[in-house]
């Protein structure tokens, strides 16, 4: 079977539920640019930029290309010319193509799958507010991030260039975390130089704890679902499992973070560090919907779920009122901001359209969803339905 070249940095989490994607499916892969050789590296940079410019990159099965943006990283490809994106793609990819010999991803019963793609999407859009802020504030001080970057970068870069790289990789990702959400309280120091501090912004409430709150929520649900099963869904590996993994275990390279993952979660530490040494590949038996979920549901009902709502609605709102502008360009303009709250905290934040999309696809799963499924999952304890609807 033809193995994929993954384009992408361990940096992301994305990239990392990719790995494990295919590892899940037993099919090869390699991490470009990292593990290319420098000839490799140029030339395959050079033809997913021209693909980008002529936007030929393809999301499986399909890209709205009205609200969806093609990523910095990561991109994967089987044949070296056609090349996608999105993590989730690759596994419903995966899954239609048939491609490794394991069971898909994605469980066939209707409503272990709605489940599915619920954790699934939880944890790339709202996981990665939490990672993220635990990367920059938390780990401030021990995250070897950019050296961590640079170095797989080194096959593009000229020789010597590493720790300039380095340098700005910090700055940028540390004034990015208002726009992933993560804002700072007044006058905040994280024991770093200012250009590594992350930000306050005027007019913005603070979201460190709201944050930090869920950090430990989903972790804390995490560990309780694995003292009952070995993945989230029950006897073997599914896409929800790739995407926690994919997230959780970007901590894992930050120090601090990892340290307290070590302590708080022992169980979901020695998990994350077994999926990335691709041990989940080839389990197989039953999926199923445990009561277990249960804590892990109540936190998604509280903050994924009620953001995507007020995403949606923000977007609709400003769309009606004829702006054109959004995601990390307006937020950076001051256009299309949003006032919200989740689960008691103020915030505010900038209408993003890739989340318009996934929680259209979401509540499109929901009402495909046969009635007899929609009353297991309510049965089960899904909460904030209403919001589905
Ligand atoms: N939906 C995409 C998300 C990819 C994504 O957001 N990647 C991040 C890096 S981890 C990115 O490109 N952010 C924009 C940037 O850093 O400029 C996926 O699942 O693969």
């Known amino acids: 079977m033809a193995g994929c070249t993954l384009w992408g940095v361990t940096a992301s989490p994305y990239l990392l539920k990719m790995q494990a994607l295919l590892d899940g499916a037993g099919v090869d892969w390699q991490r470009w640019p990292e593990q290319a050789s420098r000839p490799q590296a140029l030339r395959t940079a050079l033809r997913l930029r021209r693909a980008q410019r002529e936007r030929a990159v393809r999301r499986y099965p399909a890209m709205d290309p009205a609200l969806d943006e093609y990523p910095a990283v990561p991109y994967y490809t089987f044949d070296g010319t056609t090349f996608y994106y999105d993590s989730t793609g690759l596994a419903l990819h995966l899954d239609a193509e048939g491609r490794g010999d394991h069971p898909g991803p994605v469980p066939g019963d209707p409503a272990l799958a709605f489940i599915c793609h619920l954790i699934d999407e939880a944890f790339d859009e709202f996981g990665l507010y939490m990672v993220h802020h635990q990367r920059w504030v938390t780990s401030a001080t021990t995250t070897r991030m950019g050296q961590r970057t640079a170095r797989e970068f080194a096959p593009l870069l000229p020789p010597g260039l590493g720790p300039l ?116 590949a080839g389990a197989r038996g039953e999926s199923q919907c445990s009561p277990a ?73 929901w009402a495909a969803l046969p009635a007899a499924g929609r009353r297991q999952l309510v049965d089960l304890g899904l909460p904030a339905t209403d919001l589905l609807e």
């Not at 256009?335 to 905290?345: C, I, T």
């Open 165 to 280: 790289l380095a340098r700005r990789l910090y700055r940028r990702q540390a004034r990015r975390c208002p726009y992933l959400f993560s804002v700072a309280p007044d006058g905040f120091d994280c024991g770093m130089p200012a250009a590594r501090t992350p930000p306050a912004r005027p007019g913005f409430p603070p979201t460190h704890t709201l944050l930090e709150e869920a950090w430990r929520d989903y972790v804390a649900a995490v560990e309780s679902l694995l003292a009952d099963q070995p993945y989230l869904l029950g006897q073997r590996f599914t896409l929800a499992d790739a995407s926690a993994y994919g997230q959780l275990a970007m901590n894992l390279v930050d120090g601090i973070t990892a340290r307290n993952l070590r302590r708080d979660a022992p169980r979901t530490h020695a998990w994350l560090c077994a999926i990335a040494a691709g041990e989940h």
């Open 293 to 365: 979920l249960r804590p892990l549901l109540d936190v998604i009902g509280a903050t994924f779920m009620p953001l995507m709502a007020q995403n949606s609605a923000a977007w609709e709102a400003a769309v009606a009122a004829g702006e054109t502008m959004f995601n990390e360009a307006a937020f950076d303009a001051g256009r299309a901001l949003y006032d919200g709250a989740l689960r008691g905290h103020p915030f505010r934040a900038v209408a993003k359209t890739f989340q318009v999309a996934v929680w259209r696809e979401l509540r499109g799963r």
